[in-house]
């Protein structure tokens, strides 16, 4: 009960604080005092609230790719485990589930864009469809790696095994959590991928997508997106998380790591510009790079004598 | 054995009488008969499928066929419902679709007849267990198809197209010839279970048996790289005999090699390897190429490729399960490969079926002339949507029921102790997630650019909705889709003799073990369903009394955007194709722009298939080549021909006197 509750709040809240460090962090970078943490739960309720302008264009894909893509994000959340309370659901083989619910997401966004016949919004699909050709293999590399390594096909059997099993998997799990933050990066839409910030239709891919929605169905898409920020993140802390904590010493570092990778997030896009379109896929593919070095290190470990 | 006698019966007869008939009564024949074939047909097939005995006859026929034995096991009875139910649907379909054709009159007989002769010959080849009556049937079936493909011969494309495919198939069939040939002259019979004692007597003979078996049959299947003729025969036929060809016939390559597994017990760890590695190859080869095209039922060819690649992986994944003594790993590779043999029938179909309305109302099949046909035909474009969601594998539909068995299994596979096994799956695994969302990639583009958005080009009249006869299908088919996918242990009753066959197991431990595995995916997809609804609850809610306005489009502005401003299909695809040019030649033909005053210029891409490119284009040059030396006997003198007799004889009378 008490787990659930705990993973209903972090749903509810997490997504809003998580873009919000990410922008109070980009915010003092240049100088600025930065709108308040939670601006964009605000957003969220001021959306909710709001009427709809809708391209005459549209038929009912559009009306309901927002909603397929916010539940398919929502599923994915509840699969996910959290350090020191667990997933509200999790089965064996709950990682197929998990990526493949958040490409039926994905499909409904594509074909959203593509409903309104816009020459941006279709340039959007595009992109976000191949990126995604890229990052969706990786993951399975990289998850395939880890049952490989602790022999659970679980995401909550992963992880517990995952830390308590020797040294050397600090290798593999460090390579991992910079695996997951380029998927991040990428699935978030953010810098160097894409940036959220640009006013120039041609360089986006996700903002330039969501043209045309407006009102819940906006409110819906910005707060799914973050949602699935925070779901990598997880992901990621899990495997920073030592084992044998108690549950709530687990859980509150877990959201010092969650509150850390936003930050991280907000440097690099304070750092670094956004890469030129035509060289994404090279950094996409440092994933699948990385995916497969954590691959050989769990092969060359588990089958050596360590 | 009564019931599917009369089945079979009655399908043939079916196509002759409405090929005798006269004006509509031929399309009421043809869709009556097998409507009533199928249901003959359906007490066997569910008494079988669930566990009943299996129902047997025995012919003696003189030599070469000796004794025929005619054998529903549950591997027959699943391919027979699939390919008796893809009949019907299709004779249903085409209801409608021919009329288009009416004018021709002998063209529909020989339409409706080659039809029944196709299905017939299918049930007939997938009950027998003997090699003559095999092949005799699998040639009845290559040719009934070779003169469906060529309906429209008057089309030089779908003249080529044709000859093409009979080509293919008539090579493919060499391959089976020689093997069962070979086979029956080792037995001394040509029955099958004969074949049995000779796969387990010798294991370097079954080696390469197989191979000439996995050659013969993956010809037809469509496995890289015979799968040429894909591509060329599927745009030439009639929508409703590309369903059944990509639905129903491809299948019974696959229905092939699970025989001979059957046979052959158990197999070498290498062939294990390689029916994966050729499988994964297909999927991924397929679905890039299904990407480059702009050809709707091209593209659909080469999706059945990257199916097939599916299907082929998990059959490859039941073997390595075999050879490296896994049942876990053999009963996922089975169960995986027949239900997407299964769903493929499905989805395949439907997308076929909607894109023959497509064909009807539009007259095109290229994509980039296509779009906002959602708001013409909506029951088309819902349909196509599901059976497109379905194949890419999403949850909630079947496709990802039949990926979540190979993907399991493959997850096993890693925790398997033999290296081989794990970077195989571990490749596998990758690979099929590289397919998945490729086809998502594919399918977006195809539903978007076609259904969604404005028309790019005028229409000639306005696109109207499919008729009831179209729609049917589909939506019958649609309902299987959606039913298999929300809840996979509906399947299981069906799957459970037939998979249990194949691996080896008790039927009722494969079913506790499938029920084990997909219970939690049961509930994770109800709690699914249970978030949507409350999602739209909460939208509408939201949005009640609020008010929304209709405008157009944001363009950047820009006051007098046109249709063609969209995005096209080329240009969705292109950022990916550039990734791929390695392995997607394209042929690029440019027209620059010249002088201050330029006239014309035009810019052309034709995809191209690799296969084609590098082994069979420089192949059949080579062979025509070597023909060409002996074209001067060809001078068409008729003199010339009277010697060549003359000395022909000449030789012979030598010979005769000579060695005798």
Known sequence: MMEGLIVFVLIGFAPFLFVGIINRVKAIWAGRRGAPLLQSLYDFVKLMRKGQVVSGTTSFVFRIGPTVYLGGVLLAALLTPVPGAGAVMGFAGDFLLFAYVLGLGKFFLILSAMDTGSSFEGMGASREATFSTIVEPAFFILIGSLVLLTGHLSFEGIFQTLNAISGYTVLVSSLSVLCLFLMLLTEGARVPVDDPNTHLELTMIHEVMVLDTSGPDLAFIQYASALKMVVVATLMAHLLVPPDLPAWASTGLYLALLAATAGAVGAVESLIARLRMSHVPQFIFLMTALAWTVFASVLFFSQGDF | MTLVLAGLGLVFSGGALAALAKGNAGRLISTITTLASFLLLLPPIYSVLTGGETRQMVLQWSEPAGMVRFVIDPLAAFFMFIIALGGWLSAFYSMDYMRAYREDAQGLSAYYFFLHLLIASMLVLVIVQNAFVFLVAWELMSLASFFLVSFENGKEEVRKAGLYYLVAMQAGAAFLIAAFAFMSFKAGSMDFARFSEVFHQDAGLSLWMFLLF??????????????????????????????????????????????????????????????????????????????????????????????????????GLGMLGQAYGQPGLTVLGFSGALLHVFNHFTFKSVLFYGAGVVYARVHTRNIEDLGGLIRFMPWTATLFLIASLAISGLPALNGFVGEFALYYGMATGLLSASPGVILLSLVGIAGLAFIGVMAVLCFTNVFGVSFLGVNRRPFAHAPGEASGWMLLPMGLLSVLIVLIGLYPPITFPFLQQVVGSLAGEAAPALRTELGVLYAPVVRAIGLFALILLGLFLLRSWMLRNKRIAVFKTWDCGYQAPGSRFQYTA???????????????????????????????????????????????????????KFFGLFTWIQSGKTQRYILYGLVFLLLVIIWIVGGG
């Open chain 2, 570 to 624: 080329s240009s969705f695809a292109a950022p990916f194709l550039s990734l791929t040019r390695a392995v997607l030649p394209v042929t690029r033909r440019l027209l620059r722009p010249q002088g201050l005053f330029p006239e014309d210029a035009s810019f052309e891409s034709r995809p191209r298939d690799l296969a084609d490119v590098v082994l069979f284009s420089p192949l059949l040059g080579l062979l025509r």
């Open chain 2, 214 to 315: 996995f050659v013969g049959f993956g010809a037809k299947a469509g496995f890289f790289p015979l799968h040429t003729w894909l591509p060329l025969a599927h745009p030439a036929a009639p929508s409703p005999v590309s369903a059944i060809l990509s639905g129903v016939m491809i299948k019974t390559g696959i229905y092939g090699l699970l025989r001979i597994l059957l046979l052959m017990g158990p197999p070498e760890k290498g062939l294990a390897m390689m029916v994966f590695l050729v499988s994964l190859v297909s999927g991924l080869f397929g679905v890039m190429n299904a990407i480059a095209q702009r050809d709707i039922k091209k593209l659909l060819a080469y999706s059945s490729i990257e199916n097939i690649g599916i299907i082929g992986m998990g059959i």
